[in-house]
Nanobody, 126 residues
Framework: QVQLVESGGGLVQAGGSLRLSCAAS????????MGWFRQTPGKERDFVAA????????YYADSVKGRFTISRDIVNNTVDLQMKSVKLEDTAVYYC???????????????????WGQGTQVTVSL
């Protein structure tokens, strides 16, 4: 199992920037990819971005492409989500997730992830 702890959430004005970080510990050697998802009350958890643990490929939801950047630091075992030009609709609880081993599920499929953090709230204001 991989333990994940998110940080960096908070209140940000529309058009501003925010950086989320996810610290991973535990069976990290089994991790094949990491992802960020977000969820608002009464809705399903939506894909935001993902990165292969090798760092060779990144994936983004259309709604954040060009504004958000996912990156990982294999020395410190962290995965960051740099958010720029944030919009009101980016308000959500953001979750970090990890995939272990070989997985044929899509990187945007939350069910293909094995471990989840507790989430961090991001609120965008006018």
């Amino acid at each position: 199992q991989v333990q994940l702890v998110e940080s960096g959430g908070g209140l940000v004005q529309a058009g501003g920037s925010l950086r989320l970080s996810c610290a991973a510990s535990g069976r990290i050697f089994s991790t094949s990819a990491m992802g960020w998802f977000r969820q608002t009350p009464g809705k399903e958890r939506d894909f935001v971005a993902a990165i292969r643990w090798s760092g060779t490929r990144t994936y983004y939801a259309d709604s954040v492409k060009g504004r958000f950047t996912i990156s990982r630091d294999i020395v410190n075992n962290t995965v960051d989500l740099q958010m720029k030009s944030v919009k009101l609709e980016d308000t959500a609880v953001y979750y970090c997730a990890a995939r272990r081993g070989i997985n044929n599920g899509g990187y945007d499929d939350s069910y293909s992830y094995d471990d989840w953090g507790q989430g961090t709230q991001v609120t965008v204001s006018l």
